[in-house]
């Protein structure tokens, strides 16, 4: 199949497309002038210039394809409008261009995110069918794109995929978690709280299991590892992949968010979004970030294959083998 995908340069989307062309699919990437080609340099793929944000050369990136996997998006931004701009409208455009020029597409994809369901509110975790209260403006710009990939529903087979915190191979914001703790350090907020969180390979094969599958149709899935970890419980696991005793130091929300009104003053003083804001703060405060992937289990027939113990000494062995660490 011709396949086209947005996001292959980044750390999901350039596993994705490694996928597509395992499969032995043509695949075709919308990127922008200046984007780093690094993960994408020796593959062969077919590149489209343009960009989400103007519409420049959609009809081009879309015409010919099977599918369409859209995984372009913001994960920080300097503000509400910034994420909703690209994660929202830039959705909505490259669908109503689809729309247009290509409306016997077989498969839309959307990667979305577990942060436009929002968390547990306790320790029952979140289904596809809940009401959704995402908590975050990053949240609220993804949820408002799946209501606009849902809207097309009835014109084009569309697929949302929500994952949880992605960590593996080429990711940076998990990574800090590893770097800290090679160095000898770990951070905890509270106690007990509870997540679920999915390793990258698992997060590609779940997906390109829900794109094959006809019941997938329309409908939404949480795609994650098996079982809910509490932050212990994954400290544990990166220092024993590290193969080093960390102490481990515990931080007040209050303290948290008195660093990140610094962090944020700094983010504005360069006009660049910071990790450590906020809002992030709030995210990563929740006492259960977790969802539950019986529907993907038993509509996909999914099963998750990488262990996730496995999978954090792969992304450790990674980190350590390209200089990371």
Not at 113 to 141: K, M, W
Not at 162 to 169: I, K, L, Q, S
Not at 254 to 272: D, P, Q
Not at 287 to 294: E, F, V
Request: one cysteine or more; proline letters at 5%; charged letters at 20%.
């Amino acid at each position: 199949m011709t396949i086209a995908v947005t996001g292959a340069t980044g750390f999901i989307g350039s596993h994705l497309v490694e996928a597509l062309l395992q499969r032995g699919n043509r695949v075709v990437c919308l990127i922008r002038k200046t984007s780093n080609l690094r993960w994408l340099r020796n593959l062969n793929l077919e590149f489209v210039y343009g960009d989400l944000r103007n519409g420049e050369n959609l009809e081009q990136f879309v015409s010919e394809a099977d599918q369409i996997f859209h995984l372009a998006g913001l994960t920080k931004a300097r503000g509400e409008t910034e994420y909703f701009a690209v994660n929202t409208l830039s959705t909505q455009r490259l669908l109503k261009v689809i729309e247009k020029v290509n409306p016997n597409l077989q498969r839309f994809v959307f990667l979305s995110s577990a942060a436009a369901a929002g968390p547990s509110p306790n320790s029952i975790p979140v289904r596809e069918s809940d009401p959704v209260a995402p908590i975050t403006s990053y949240g609220r710009s993804k949820a408002e794109a799946e209501k606009i990939v849902l809207s097309f529903s009835s014109k084009l087979p569309v697929t949302i995929i929500r994952p949880p915190a992605v960590y593996g191979p080429r990711d940076r914001d998990v990574y800090v978690y590893f770097k800290w703790t090679q160095r000898g350090v770990q951070v905890l907020i509270g106690k007990n709280r509870q997540l679920s969180l999915v390793f990258v390979k698992n997060l590609v094969q779940g997906t390109l299991a829900a794109a094959e599958h006809s019941a997938a149709i329309g409908e939404i899935f949480f795609i994650t590892d098996d079982g809910i970890f509490t932050w212990e419980y994954l400290n544990e696991l990166i220092a024993r992949a590290l193969g080093v005793r960390p102490i481990c130091l515990h931080f007040s929300e209050s303290l948290l968010n008195v660093m990140a009104v610094f962090a944020e003053a700094y983010g504005k003083i360069i006009r660049k979004p910071i990790l450590l804001n906020r809002e992030k703060i709030r995210d990563i405060s929740q006492r259960y970030w977790i969802c539950d992937n019986s529907k993907a289990r038993q509509v996909l027939g999914f099963i998750p294959p990488h262990p996730t113990a496995k999978a954090i000494q792969e992304t450790a062995d990674w980190y350590r083998k390209h200089g990371w660490l």
